[in-house]
């Protein structure tokens, strides 16, 4: 019999989520390197060493940022790809999916890119092997669409991330009409992944 959550459970869960945030849109601002626990703490109203009842330190705390943020996409993509009832059906619910998720999540996405050399090795292979999973759902369910081998569907997957997790943090139209803007990366994603060759 599991134990009920308590008060002081959901307070403690609710902090960490909030330094979670804060860290990846401090890292994300300032790179791993320029951003201190302190700076972390303060920006969710506690001390730098406070930060230390929720995470080791300042590298377990990147780790944590980009290890949830990788299993939220295997996780989030896979449900979203098994609900189509047809290929294409689920192969456009996976491109709003990642297109919403990047579009939300333009900070992680910026660490990830620049900062996740600074992962310890277990992280690191975590990130690592959630990554490899993702990409081979998005490989499964592009194959029924276009007649090519497991080289070409991994270079055109691996593309169409690259167009839609650039466009959150490369223009600032992605903030102020998220909705168009939206509509417009799942339209040319659909059609670069399926451009004939």
């Known amino acids: 019999m599991t134990s009920p959550v308590t008060a002081r459970d959901r307070a403690k869960a609710e902090r960490s989520d909030a330094i979670l945030r804060e860290a990846a849109r401090l890292f994300a601002e300032s790179g791993y390197n320029g951003v201190s626990l302190e700076d972390i703490g ?114 055109r997957v691996q593309a169409c991330f690259g167009l839609i997790n650039s466009t959150p943090h490369s223009t600032r139209a992605a903030a102020r009409r998220r909705s168009a803007t939206a509509t417009v990366l799942v339209a040319m994603a659909e059609s670069a992944l399926r451009a004939t060759t």
Do not use: N
């Not at 993509?77 to 456009?92: D, I, K, L, N, W």
């Open 42 to 155: 303060a920006a969710v109203g506690v001390s730098g060493p406070a930060v230390y009842r929720h995470f080791a330190g300042k590298q377990a705390l990147l780790g944590a940022v980009l290890v949830q943020v990788s299993d939220d996409l295997v996780t989030g993509g896979t449900r979203v790809a098994t609900e189509g009832s047809t290929p294409g059906a689920r192969m456009h619910a996976l491109i709003e999916f990642h297109v919403e998720f990047a579009l939300g999540h333009a900070d992680v996405i910026r660490v990830h890119d620049r900062d996740v050399a600074h992962l310890d090795a277990r992280d690191h292979s975590e990130v690592r092997r959630l990554q490899r999973a993702y990409i081979e759902l998005w490989i499964s369910t592009l194959a029924p669409l276009v007649e090519a081998d497991a080289d070409e569907l991994r270079l």
